[in-house]
């Protein structure tokens, strides 16, 4: 398979997502790990929850990997993204991308972390040294909404697009 | 008139797992919204007008009418990676 990608409460494997992607035809293997940042705005963090709605959260995975297979052909995708608490450190999502050359692996694995910020639903909850804990703001799905592909064939008006 | 249970995400998990709103058949994602912050509090308006309402297999334009009792879900704004 081009395009593997998951939701996992087990914790992420590098190796796993190299081998999901490896091919002898390709140069290139790009990675991207997010971890989990031990400060934000001023605060101490001591972890974050990941919240994930996990079906929506894939069928975007894939989604935006197949987006990326039209502008750069000839790639193969790995995603896996935490579900839970981490610790300082832990591995929050990883991304592997391979391609014959290196532009196109660099190129597409860039695109595919910013539109999965933009685009997944996934939301963080950071925890603090003093024992708080606050939901992150973040990017609005509605314009997603309201580009769906989905209709009822009943909507009051051309909701579509 | 018809029960939805709403399954909650990230902030929205302040209010509970799951919200329940009662509407008209017929009603829209956007009546549906209305009826959230009816219940919320207008305090909440921004927060429920910014997010989205999902069925378990897509996010649902804030036209699209539901005709029947359905599993929903409502997405706050995203933060992943």
């Not at chain 1, 039209?70 to 991308?97: F, K």
């Not at chain 1, 939901?135 to 008006?157: D, F, I, K, R, V």
Request: aromatic share 8%.
């Amino acid at each position: 398979m081009s395009i593997q990608v998951f939701v996992s409460a087990d914790p992420l494997s590098l190796e796993t997502a190299m081998q999901s992607v490896i091919d002898p035809a390709h140069g290139a293997i790009d990675t991207f790990i997010g971890t989990v940042r031990n400060m934000h705005e001023g605060k101490s963090v001591t972890g974050i929850t990941y919240d994930v709605h996990e079906a929506l959260a894939e069928k975007a995975f894939h989604e935006i990997c197949e987006e990326a297979q039209g502008l750069w052909p000839d790639t193969r995708y790995y995603v896996a993204h935490y579900q839970g608490t981490l610790d300082v450190s832990g591995i929050s999502i990883i991304i592997a991308v391979s391609s014959p050359h290196r532009a196109e692996s660099f190129e597409a694995c860039r695109y595919v972390i910013e539109e999965i910020k933009k685009r997944a639903p996934i939301w963080k909850k950071e925890h603090y040294v003093d024992g708080m804990s606050d939901w992150l703001p973040g990017h609005s799905l509605s314009e997603e909404a309201e580009h769906s592909m989905t209709c009822c064939g009943h909507c009051q008006e051309d909701a579509h697009g | 008139m018809i029960n939805y249970s709403i399954k909650c995400f990230g902030v929205f998990r302040q209010f509970g797992d799951t919200l329940c709103v009662t509407v008209d058949a017929g009603s829209s994602v956007q009546q549906i919204k209305a009826a959230l912050v009816q219940q919320l509090g207008e305090q909440h308006k921004t927060l429920v007008e910014e997010s989205v309402l999902a069925n378990d297999n897509a996010i649902l334009p804030n036209a699209y009418i539901l005709q029947e009792e359905t599993p929903l879900s409502i997405l706050p704004p995203v933060c992943g990676g």
